[in-house]
């Protein structure tokens, strides 16, 4: 048998394409040292492999080796002969199986060295690799870069460097954002609505008409509730009132399919007009939380809340109880909602026309208060803006006037990021997915290309991602699989056509990776469907299981992990 022809970095095999899988004999492999990793004794029956990231996102790679010895796997970039380390993981004494996860970076070529540990004389090699794109934590928000250029930019949250911005200078910053579920495509609210790709190039503008007269109508927000449905508010001024719209849009076409024209009916009976600048909904989509700033005194330091469905307002939550003409002033900058229903409430404390103090309440779906966290300074004229919740609802962001990002424990109170930013708007959107490439025609701000998602529906080109599990062993003897349920993001189906009724294929395999078994189809949940369950159960017996998931429908895939139910046997 003659020896691999992979031996040395210089003869490396190209692992082209992923998912990749060979099995290959190391007996006679190379003993030649080349490197030192961290994690081994020795470096023996050396093989080796290489890889390009060659897409413009970064990727987590999965790289498994199960052998008939005593094997590890080092990763490394740079070049043959000027190597450096990124990862080393070793096997457990006679556990030949090693499992290395590390993310890789666009556009970075990585080695991959398996060796026998022990000094023996190799054996049996399989090495699988799978690859998914990383979702990058990123941050929206209308901006100005320069006296006129007027637009939009992502931020990254684990620093706050600009990582893309639409290409095409508006006439003014769009006064609110929001993402599409169903695509990650940005919407802004100008009194037109802005469809942003992913990638922040400006698709399509759609001209609003404004509510009909007597008032002067002002853009005021734009909100998706997590049913995927698509809300604006208008607010309109006389001479001696304000008034306020709120409009339900198809979420593509944008088309009006519903005008509730007595929205604020309430505020104007107690108020005499209120200026509603913010709302957010309830997860199933049947109430609005709004709140402004108007009003004066003791009416304006409340929050409302309007049933869509039984057209009735009543009074939500309040803040303070100073009354009309004590020199106090309170009004609402902004509000989310968590995803159990619990409503986020930005506040702002003025005394004689100056911000004191600002607070993030959040509030039970009774509005009774659940917790209360208090902002830090700086404090600048116009105080905090833009309050987002995280998907995992674990932070709050918002936009602390110019120029600061600022992130906020849920769980603490603490802030936990800081990040002096160009010039922001008054509204901002989490996403996680990949970092935008600079969106418009031209390159990004680095002189990148702009990034175009692979799997959006126009295109017809959908990712295969496929991971598969570690071998489920004990000692040679069987294994009973009652169940096996996968943990993902749920509900993120689309609204029409594939991906409406995302399938999850799972493959088990009962000798270790050498055969597979016909595929279980699971369904992964409709749009708006967050507590689909995605499990199989009755997967049968065997001594060494590999479990295997596949998903291509063009969604935001997010596999978070497996939950297995077994039983042992007694042979």
């Known amino acids: 048998m003659p020896p691999p022809t992979n031996g040395t970095c210089a003869t490396a095999t190209v692992m082209a394409t992923l998912p990749y899988t060979v099995t290959i004999d190391t007996t006679l492999a190379s003993t030649t040292t080349e490197v030192n990793p961290t994690c081994v004794a020795a470096v023996d029956n050396a093989v080796w492999w290489t890889y390009t990231n060659a897409n413009t996102v970064h990727e987590l790679l999965d790289v498994e080796i199960a052998t008939s010895y005593d094997a590890g796997i080092s990763i490394w970039t740079g070049t043959c002969g000027s190597l450096t380390e990124v990862s080393c993981t070793q096997a457990s004494f006679d556990v030949h199986q090693v499992l290395v996860t590390f993310p890789a970076l666009p556009a970075t070529v990585y080695w991959v060295l398996v060796s026998d ?323 418009g025609p031209g390159p990004g701000p680095g002189g990148e290309p702009p990034y175009v998602p692979p799997e959006t529906e126009t295109d017809q080109r959908y990712i295969r991602r496929l991971r598969r599990a570690p071998h489920v062993n004990a000692e040679n003897t069987r294994l009973f699989v009652r169940k096996f349920e996968l943990d993902l993001e749920r509900g993120q189906g689309l609204a029409t056509g594939q991906g409406s009724d995302p399938i999850v294929l799972l493959r088990l395999s009962r000798d270790g990776g050498q055969t597979w078994g016909e595929e279980i189809r699971m369904q992964a949940g409709a749009l708006g469907a967050y507590t689909q369950r995605v499990l199989a159960r009755r997967l049968g017996h065997a001594r060494d299981t590999v479990f295997e998931v596949t998903v291509s429908d063009p969604i935001a895939w997010s596999l978070v992990g497996a939950w297995l139910d077994i039983e042992g046997g007694t042979s």
């Open 117 to 439: 540990t022990e000094l023996g004389a190799g054996g049996t090699l399989t090495l699988t690799v799978n690859a998914s794109i990383i979702a990058v934590p990123t941050l929206v928000s209308g901006v100005r870069f320069g006296d006129q250029d007027e637009t939009v930019a992502a931020y990254r949250a684990a620093d706050g460097v600009v990582t893309g911005r639409d290409a095409s200078p508006l006439a003014s910053i769009p006064r609110a954002l929001d993402r599409r579920p169903s695509d990650g495509h940005i919407l802004g609210f100008t009194g037109s609505v802005i469809d942003y790709s992913p990638s922040l190039g400006i698709l399509a503008t759609t001209g609003m008409s404004d509510p009909p007269p007597p008032y002067l109508w002002t853009p005021q927000w734009i909100r998706f509730d997590q049913l995927g449905q698509l809300y604006i508010g208008w607010s309109g001024s006389s001479p001696d009132m304000a008034h306020t719209v709120l409009q339900r849009l198809h979420p593509t076409t944008f088309a009006v399919l519903q005008t509730w024209t007595d929205f604020d009916a309430g505020i104007l009976a107690l108020a005499g007009g209120m200026s509603v600048s913010w709302g957010t909904f309830a997860p199933d989509g049947t109430k609005c939380y709004y709140g402004g700033s108007g009003g004066g005194g003791a009416i304006q330091n409340r929050v409302y809340v309007y049933d869509l469905v039984a057209l009735t307002e009543s009074v939500f939550a309040t803040y303070g109880t100073w009354s009309s003409g004590t020199g106090h002033t309170v009004f609402v900058s902004s509000m989310a909602t968590f995803t159990n229903g619990t409503v986020a409430v930005l506040w702002h404390h003025l005394t004689s026309g100056a911000i004191d103090s600002a607070v993030v309440v959040i509030y039970g779906t009774d509005g009774t208060v659940l917790d209360t966290i208090p902002l830090l300074e700086p404090i600048a004229s116009n105080g905090y803006r833009g309050l987002v919740v995280t998907p995992d609802d674990a932070t709050l962001w918002m936009i602390n006037d110019w120029p600061f990002l600022d992130a906020y424990s849920v769980a603490t109170g603490a802030r936990t990021a800081h990040f002096t930013i160009a010039h922001p708007g008054v509204d901002l959107v989490y996403t996680e997915g990949p970092p935008p490439g600079g969106g």
